[in-house]
């Protein structure tokens, strides 16, 4: 086990960064970011923050030579990178199981590999598979293979033709064409996954998106009980089957039959998650800290239901958002992410509201945000 005050690595220094880091000096450790961005919002609360590219050896180097464990805030950053650090210190999770979740092409292999379902799809990797695409995945939703999120590197298509028009649009890099399937909801299971094989899963979530980027989080999710254990058992096959150690998200389709599809996965905390700070025993971001030092794991119980929503740009157009909106309610918590700039779509913030159910604090979130963002409307 690695205890307090040992210093502990983060490979990215956006929000997920920075609140790993909250969470770890909480718990009396230190933390090194490297981020090349010098307005990073980890990097600002960090004790040490490494303004470098992250293939940069010496940073690298630096990094290895001066944190005892080391751990990512996104699966972008690069395997080789991990990879290269697991030889000098410890490093969670490892490059392999990012390596998977970066490229949908064999995330999606890997996943029918755990016999797990998942949306009929082909992939697309020439003008020609395009073409040639089975028709019953038609309308379609045409995913770049590497580097989506957010709803980026998708187009929705209804036919061949199209599908090669997108495809030429994406670069004509690898891409999965997947059937667009008709759902009742979405939702995740977070887990986590220490070194020892002991596994937890945090209470099932209910999202929804707006425009591809995760809008709201209700919890406990609307579900059967049976299909929201049934989402946590699959989330913690697949990081068993990775050999996993850390916090994983995996996203599913709950279809109109009521059937569970997975969907994609996420080799970090999650946005869908950050209700874990206020509502659980053990936040997605500390038991991050006691997967990557070896701890045993937190308890994930939930303490109250609650809702999450996240604040973007947009609430920014008009000046400064109205913050005294969610302040002047005693059962909601906001949380900024200390972004310099505004933009849109940008995840700035977010704010929980927590209440005797998940439909009682939906309807306070819900009216709360129509005060942030008065030109939105669902």
Same mark, same amino acid.
């Given at each position: 086990? @690695?205890?307090?005050? &040992?210093?502990? $690595?983060?490979? /990215?220094? %956006? =929000?997920?960064?920075?609140?790993?880091?909250?969470? #770890?000096?909480?718990?009396?450790?230190?933390?090194?970011?490297?981020?090349?961005?010098?307005?990073?919002?980890?990097?600002?609360?960090?004790?040490?923050?490494?303004?470098?590219?992250?293939?940069?050896?010496?940073?690298?180097?630096?990094?290895?030579?001066?944190?005892?464990?080391?751990?990512?805030?996104?699966?972008?950053?690069?395997?080789?990178?991990?990879?290269?650090?697991?030889?000098?210190?410890?490093?969670?999770?490892?490059?392999?199981?990012?390596?998977?979740?970066?490229?949908?092409?064999?995330?999606?292999?890997?996943?029918?590999?755990?016999?797990?379902?998942?949306?009929?799809?082909?992939?697309?990797?020439?003008?020609?598979?395009?073409?040639?695409?089975?028709?019953?995945?038609?309308?379609? @939703?045409?995913?770049? &293979?590497?580097? $989506?999120?957010? /709803?980026? %590197? =998708?187009?929705?298509?209804?036919?061949?033709?199209? #599908?090669?028009?997108?495809?030429?649009?994406?670069?004509?890099?690898?891409?999965?064409?997947?059937?667009?399937?008709?759902?009742?909801?979405?939702?995740?299971?977070?887990?986590?996954?220490?070194?020892?094989?002991?596994?937890?899963?945090?209470?099932?979530?209910?999202?929804?998106?707006?425009?591809?980027?995760?809008?709201?989080?209700?919890?406990?999710?609307?579900?059967?009980?049976?299909?929201?254990?049934?989402?946590?058992?699959?989330?913690?096959?697949?990081?068993?089957?990775?050999?996993?150690?850390?916090?994983?998200?995996?996203?599913?389709?709950?279809?109109?039959?009521?059937?569970?599809?997975?969907?994609?996965?996420?080799?970090?905390?999650?946005?869908?998650?950050?209700?874990?700070?206020?509502?659980?025993?053990?936040?997605?971001?500390?038991?991050?800290?006691?997967?990557?030092?070896?701890?045993?794991?937190?308890?994930?119980?939930?303490?109250?239901?609650?809702?999450?929503?996240?604040?973007?740009?947009?609430?920014?157009?008009?000046?400064?958002?109205?913050?005294?909106?969610?302040?002047?309610?005693?059962?909601?918590?906001?949380?900024?992410?200390?972004?310099?700039?505004?933009?849109?779509?940008?995840?700035?913030?977010?704010?929980?509201?927590?209440?005797?159910?998940?439909?009682?604090?939906?309807?306070?979130?819900?009216?709360?945000?129509?005060?942030?963002?008065?030109?939105?409307?669902?």
């Amino acid at each position: 086990m @690695i205890f307090p005050d &040992a210093m502990l $690595g983060m490979l /990215g220094g %956006g =929000q997920l960064g920075r609140m790993f880091t909250l969470a #770890a000096h909480s718990m009396g450790y230190r933390v090194t970011v490297l981020d090349p961005d010098p307005l990073s919002p980890a990097g600002a609360i960090a004790d040490v923050h490494l303004k470098a590219a992250y293939q940069d050896r010496e940073a690298l180097q630096q990094l290895a030579d001066t944190c005892i464990a080391i751990t990512t805030e996104f699966e972008n950053v690069p395997a080789d990178s991990l990879n290269w650090l697991a030889s000098h210190c410890t490093v969670r999770p490892g490059g392999d199981a990012v390596a998977v979740a970066q490229d949908r092409i064999r995330e999606k292999a890997f996943f029918r590999a755990c016999n797990l379902d998942v949306a009929p799809y082909a992939v697309i990797e020439c003008d020609s598979d395009a073409a040639q695409a089975p028709a019953n995945l038609f309308p379609g @939703i045409l995913k770049r &293979a590497r580097f $989506g999120y957010d /709803g980026k %590197g =998708q187009a929705r298509v209804a036919n061949a033709d199209e #599908a090669r028009k997108a495809f030429k649009e994406m670069g004509a890099e690898s891409c999965v064409l997947e059937q667009r399937i008709a759902l009742k909801c979405e939702i995740s299971a977070v887990v986590a996954r220490g070194a020892d094989g002991a596994g937890r899963s945090f209470p099932v979530s209910e999202n929804r998106h707006r425009m591809g980027i995760l809008d709201v989080s209700i919890v406990p999710a609307r579900v059967a009980p049976e299909l929201a254990k049934q989402a946590e058992d699959w989330a913690l096959r697949i990081a068993d089957k990775l050999n996993y150690c850390g916090v994983l998200a995996v996203e599913f389709f709950v279809t109109e039959t009521g059937a569970l599809m997975v969907n994609e996965m996420a080799p970090r905390p999650h946005n869908s998650g950050h209700y874990t700070i206020d509502a659980c025993v053990t936040s997605q971001f500390e038991q991050q800290v006691r997967t990557l030092c070896g701890l045993p794991l937190g308890d994930t119980k939930l303490l109250s239901p609650v809702v999450m929503v996240n604040l973007l740009g947009e609430a920014w157009q008009q000046g400064a958002p109205q913050w005294d909106r969610v302040l002047n309610l005693p059962d909601a918590k906001l949380h900024l992410y200390g972004k310099h700039e505004a933009r849109e779509g940008r995840k700035m913030g977010h704010y929980t509201v927590l209440d005797h159910s998940a439909e009682a604090a939906l309807q306070k979130a819900m009216i709360t945000r129509a005060a942030l963002y008065p030109d939105w409307h669902d």
